[in-house]
């Protein structure tokens, strides 16, 4: 061995050095690139904290100055630099409130269909077709419920409310007021238009991942297709429908074209539906770029603030959730 | 048989109910698509894309703001995707049994429906309010900030559909792991890779929140980025609320530009994505 390393002529030294040193080169590109792609993950949790932390020292001044009255008092008056979040935070709820109680029931009904009626060819389109509805551009929704959905439901649905609850003791209190179109109301279906299709393709996605078995076995014993969707299917499903649920909840709460267009930016709580009010979202959209002096500005930075911590817990739950359900089958 | 009639009936009812409720949430879709082909199409002319946006009472076009939107998101896609890339890389090949990566897969979902005008307030205070003065390069990188989260999910799943054995034999022929995922994996998941690019297109085209207080509104042509740059979901958002009619009607037509975009950017995505799905 030793006498052929010596008598080895110069190339293949050569070469084997050129090759040591390509070797490095690789090991240390390999090396470079782990870390860069590792900097790159921790990127995103430092988005996450950016986020926090700067929201945080934006919203200090305000916070400093209301305290916890900021979170409880409705008064909101640039002119006295007296500002408090209780009518965005009051309307951010109610409308996510109203717009859930109706697209819930609607997306799992179209998830049930989707899933047991729908003959098989018309399953994709139909499916495909929701989805698209979930990536319509917010503002198309905003633009379209001011200039049609909005008039539509003055001349229509609201005067009708108002006739029919006006004389029942507390409900004609939800509707009180004249039908300006505008409104608490309308902001609620826009929202619940909005995320009917998450609502819908997730339930649809975790309907499916039900076991053929289950589903046969009820069929076999006799049950009706209701039967099966609400004894085995609905059961089954439970947890990741909630966590499907959350998410919607998430993005009603956060959404801001949309509402901004239709909700007449209102500072005060009011017990009509049909009044215009306001959405923390919808406010800092409305009054940002105008407010004048450190403390408005600080007082909507705490608004987003508020709307932050609101959606991550809503979220938050909603991914844990869905992972859990994901341990499950997986 | 009272008890099977019973049940019939109620088996029917909420049938027919599922129908309904099905047809409900088509029927928006249609309602939506069809005002906005009907309102937009009847405003759209040549004009449109060849001038600016008009003041008040006067003709005019969008093409600043198409422009402007343009540059906006490929700004944002150029700095958004190689760091999403990157991380969600780092998520399916180096650390795909790390905490690290349970974590950030978690934080990350947060952030996919985070509301939009919560970053727009973070890129504000960190960019705009040192600063002093509203400017196009903090509008894209808001806009980044919602590319990142979509980008990082789709190519950590694409890259997770790749098959191990073609890991497997890189390695077998001496191939190091930066080579292996560059030129083996990368290559596999290509279509996937470029699925998630376009769903963050089609995600970002149409955002308006996070743009009102980063990049602002300008009504003239500007391509200067350290300048308020216009946007198509600002002017849609300012020209919509205004009184004018011929301002309402450029935003319908705004706003059905954006959401053709945005369907074909979803379907050319969908349709990407199609054969590497088993369904």
Known sequence: MVDMALHASSAEIERAQSRAKVLDRLRLGDIAFRHLTRASAMTVLAILGGVIVSLVIGAWPALQAFGFDFLITERWNPVTEKFGALAPIYGTLVTSFIAMLIAVPVGLLIAVFLTELCPLFLRRPIGIAIELLAGIPSIIYGIWGLFIFAPFLQETLQPFLIGLFGNVPVLSALFAGPPYGIGVLTASLILAIMVLPFITSISRDVFDAVPPVLKEAAYGIGCTTWEVVRYVVLPYARIGVIGGVMLGLGRALGETMAVTFVIGNAHRVSASLIAPGTTISATIANEFTEAVGDLYTSSLIALGLILFVITFIVLAAARYLLLRLEGRVG | ?279
Request: glycine share 8%.
């Open chain 2, 1 to 279: 048989m009272a008890l099977y009639d019973n049940r019939r009936r109620r088996n029917s009812i909420a049938m027919g109910l599922s129908l309904a409720a099905t047809l409900f949430g088509l029927g928006w879709l249609v309602l939506i698509l069809g005002v906005l082909l009907w309102e937009g199409f009847s405003g759209l002319s040549l004009a449109v894309f060849t001038e600016m946006t008009p003041p008040p009472g006067s003709d005019g076009g969008l093409l600043n703001a198409i422009v402007g939107s343009l540059m906006l998101t490929v700004l944002a896609i150029l700095i958004g995707t190689p760091i999403g890339m990157l991380a969600g890389t780092y998520m399916a090949e180096y650390g795909r049994y790390d905490r690290l990566t349970t974590i950030v897969r978690f934080i990350n979902d947060i952030l996919l429906s985070a509301p939009s005008i919560v970053v727009g307030l973070f890129i504000y205070e960190i960019l705009v309010a040192p600063i002093g003065h509203f400017w196009g390069g903090a509008g894209a990188a808001a806009l980044a900030m919602l590319v990142i989260p979509v980008v990082v999910r789709t190519t950590e799943d694409m890259l997770t559909l790749v098959p191990d054995t073609l890991r497997e034999a890189a390695a077998s022929i001496g191939l190091p792991r930066v080579l292996m995922i560059t030129r083996v994996a990368y290559r596999a998941a290509r279509a996937g890779l470029v699925t998630g690019v376009l769903l963050a297109v089609a995600r970002i085209s149409g955002e308006t929140a996070p743009l009102l207080f980063t990049a602002l509104n300008n009504q003239f042509w500007s391509l200067d980025l350290n300048a308020p740059i216009s946007s198509l979901p600002v002017v849609i958002f300012q020209f919509a609320l205004s009184p004018y009619k011929d301002w309402q009607k450029l935003a319908w037509t705004g706003a059905l530009i954006i959401t053709l975009s945005v369907l074909a950017l979803s379907i050319v995505a969908r349709a990407l994505a199609t054969p590497r799905r088993s369904t």
